[in-house]
C-alpha cells in the first residue's frame, strides 16, 4: 500500500499547489489541506522552509503552473529532465513540477519532508482531463476480462476498508467537477489493482500471472495519466 499512499498525497499536494497557482485557493488553505510539511532547499541554498512559503510563492509569481509526474521504472511520465532527476523520481514514486522556474519537489525519505531539485524541465501533457477519462473508459473496457479475473475476494474487507481510508482527498470548492470525479474514479482503480496485485487472484500459473500481469501494465500507465492531469494545472488554458 505504499504506492498508493505516497500516490494519493502527491495527488493531494499537486492540486492545492495548482489551486494556488490559480488563485482558487490562498496559501493557508493549502497548508490546512495537505499539513505543514517543509521543503529543502526550495530557493537553492539549502535552507528548509515551510509549506506556506511555498504556498504563497507559488500563488504570487505569475504565469505559474504546477504539474504532478508519477514516475515509475519504464514510465517516467510526460516530462523530460536529467536523468539522475528521472531515476530519484521514480525511486520515490512521485515528483512535483513547479514551471516557470525550474523547480521540482520530490518526497524525501524523511515523513514530511519534500526535497526540492532545480533542474531544466519541460512538461509535455498530451491529453487533457477530459480525453484522458474517455481513455480510461475504454482501457477499462478492452482490459475487462482481467478485471474479472482479479479474484480478491479473500482482500475484499481490506480493500474496501482502505479504499475509504486513502481515497478521501479533499479538493477545493472550484476545482473542475470533471476532474474531480476522474481522480476519484483513479484513485480508487490504482488502490483496488495495488491491493489485487498482493494476491495470486484467478491465475494459478506463473505463465498466467505473468499474462495478468502485462495486460494490466497499459491500464495502470492510464491511470496514472490520469491521476496526474486530474492534479495538475490545466495546461491548456491562457496564461494570465
Known amino acids: 500500500m505504499w504506492r498508493v499512499i505516497e500516490t494519493t498525497r502527491a495527488s493531494q499536494l ?14 493557508d488553505d493549502v497548508v490546512d489541506a495537505c499539513g505543514s510539511l517543509n521543503v529543502t532547499n ?6 528548509t522552509i515551510s509549506l506556506a512559503l511555498v504556498a504563497a510563492y507559488v500563488a504570487r509569481t505569475p504565469q505559474t503552473r504546477v504539474f504532478l509526474n508519477l514516475a515509475r521504472p519504464g514510465d517516467p511520465g510526460e516530462w523530460s529532465t536529467a536523468a539522475d532527476v528521472t531515476s530519484l523520481a521514480v525511486n520515490q514514486g512521485a515528483a512535483i513540477v513547479i514551471v516557470p522556474g525550474d523547480r521540482i519537489l520530490i518526497p524525501s525519505h524523511e515523513s514530511g519532508t519534500w526535497d526540492c531539485l532545480h533542474s531544466p524541465v519541460s512538461v509535455h501533457p498530451c491529453t487533457d482531463p477530459i480525453d484522458i477519462a474517455r481513455l480510461l473508459k475504454r482501457t477499462i473496457r478492452d482490459v475487462a476480462a482481467q478485471l474479472s479475473d482479479l479474484d480478491v475476494a479473500a482482500g475484499r474487507d481490506q480493500i474496501d476498508e482502505d479504499i475509504v481510508h486513502h481515497i478521501q482527498i479533499p479538493v477545493p470548492s472550484d476545482w473542475d467537477s470533471s476532474r474531480t470525479e476522474l481522480l476519484k474514479t483513479a484513485l480508487r482503480i490504482d488502490t483496488v489493482l495495488t491491493l489485487a496485485d498482493q494476491h495470486s487472484g484467478g491465475a494459478v500459473s506463473a505463465s498466467a500471472q505473468s499474462a495478468r500481469s502485462q495486460s494490466l501494465s497499459e491500464l495502470k500507465s492510464v491511470i496514472r495519466r490520469a491521476i496526474e492531469a486530474a492534479s495538475s494545472s490545466d495546461p491548456y488554458a491562457p496564461m494570465a
Request: aromatic share 10%; proline share 5%; charged share 20%.
Open 42 to 47: 526550495f530557493d537553492g541554498d539549502g535552507e
Open 14 to 27: 499537486a492540486l492545492w499547489l495548482a489551486a494556488a497557482a490559480d488563485g482558487i485557493v490562498s496559501p
